[in-house]
């Protein structure tokens, strides 16, 4: 804890500000609409977010950022080139107790091992290194990471393998670490969204591998779980990253590591489990605005309502692969229109612009009238508060396909909002 009892947290990766309101909670006398409550004595104090290209035009969830939380609350450049100054001694970072990030599923391989002398190195451009470097530099007390969930299978040559390099590097740092795979629509959340969470401290405290994983963790407490079966695996990951980059996983079909784990010291515990929760759910039909809130080109006309149709149906039809080979791709169908009676499906970069698509939603709206999302609607089924991506800086309007692509990169705000509910009650 910092001297002023409060939790400081650097934000990397931030996209439109998730971890943040989930944690420190927003109070603005001008905007009373997006008060949110703390989920405990967190104060952001530091926060990164760069659109990689560089140009003006990319930044505009930085803009949204710094629109929300202030001028000068985001600093708005390539992070590498932030950490070299960092450094090199060229500019500062204030000292906190606990990094969040969400960074994308990547190639994860390892070029130099610790014994050579610049240690670990990965692959350039590769956002976790930037989160190791970070962690190497800072030693925050705390982590809290967002993933997709193939990153605890991937790549496909070695199953798991990415996986089991992030866990050895933060073992090398001296971190004990809890994972889970969470739906956010199984703990009543509006979107069937799963994506894994990474909690790691810094601890003396010898953890019992199977407690910690099924009743005692921050998981467990946060996101009550039933175990799912009787498979386990207990992993070794205490090797030097450099020889589970090319060592882990090779010829595998199957990961080893489950939807829930717990690793400490290199040893890491894992378990398939289901989610525990009877209270109440969040579904579209609690979102959904009205129709006469609804601008017109969010209405689908009837002339296309049949390509929206064709692309919701199920297919199946021979394509090839650039080097000749002719394959059968197949899909389901889907439903059209999406149900209101059900959490939304998970939302994507591309849910704006009017262009039918497979993916993007469709609702019945009260008009009897077949429509797109609206952005406002997106919003809240990332659980930001309504309107929350509606302006960036200077009060300038975010547009329709930009406020889409912020949340389709966001995270359900719900999540790291309970986990830090109970990261706060231990502290």
Not at 181 to 195: S, W
């Amino acid at each position: 804890m910092g001297s002023d009892n409060k939790i400081k947290v650097a934000e990397m990766f931030a996209g439109v500000g998730g971890f943040r309101l989930a944690l420190d909670g927003y109070h603005d006398p001008n905007h009373p609409e997006f008060d949110m409550n703390p989920a405990g004595p967190f104060e952001t104090i530091w926060a990164n977010q760069w659109e990689p290209g560089g140009s003006a035009a990319k930044q505009f969830a930085w803009r949204c950022y710094e629109h929300r939380f202030g001028a000068g609350s985001c600093i708005n450049e390539d992070i590498s080139k932030v950490l070299d100054e960092y450094e090199a001694g060229e500019r500062d970072i204030p000292d906190f107790e606990m990094l969040v990030a969400g960074f994308p599923c990547q190639d994860y391989s390892v070029a130099k091992p610790l014994s050579m002398a610049k240690g670990i190195e990965g692959k350039k451009g590769v956002l976790w290194w930037d989160i190791y470097r970070m962690l190497h530099l800072k030693r925050p007390r705390i982590i809290l990471l967002e993933n997709v969930d193939r990153l605890l299978k991937s790549p496909v040559k070695q199953r798991g393998r990415d996986f089991a390099i992030i866990l050895s590097c933060l073992s090398e740092e001296g971190y004990s670490v809890e994972w889970r795979v969470i739906n956010a629509a199984e703990y009543g959340m509006p979107q069937k969204r799963r994506r894994v969470y990474i909690f790691g401290v810094l601890t003396d405290e010898k953890w019992d591998l199977e407690d910690r994983l099924s009743k005692d963790g921050v998981m467990a407490h946060a996101f009550p779980i039933e175990p799912g079966g009787d498979r386990f695996d207990t992993v070794d990951v205490s090797a030097d990253p450099y020889d589970i980059s090319r060592d882990f996983g090779v010829g595998k079909k199957v990961s080893p590591f489950q939807n829930a784990g717990v690793m400490q010291n290199g040893i890491a515990y894992t378990l398939r489990v289901q989610p525990r929760y009877d209270d109440q759910r969040i579904v579209l039909r609690d979102i959904v605005v009205p129709d006469s809130e609804v601008p017109e080109q969010f209405f689908i006309e009837d002339s296309k309502v049949a390509e929206w149709k064709r692309l919701k149906g199920a297919k199946s039809e021979p394509r090839q692969t650039a080097e000749g080979f002719t394959y059968n791709y197949s899909e389901g169908s889907m439903s059209f229109p999406d149900s209101l009676d059900k959490p939304a499906r998970t939302i994507l970069t591309g849910e704006g612009g009017r262009g039918a698509s497979r993916m993007k939603h469709v609702v019945m709206g009260d008009s009897g009238r077949l429509r797109r999302l609206v952005p406002d609607e997106l919003d809240q089924i990332q659980m930001f508060p309504k309107g929350w991506t509606s302006e960036e800086a200077d009060g300038k309007p975010m547009s329709d396909g930009h406020r889409a692509f912020c949340m389709g990169n966001a995270l359900v705000v719900g999540i790291p909002h309970k986990i830090g509910m109970e990261i706060a009650r231990r502290i």
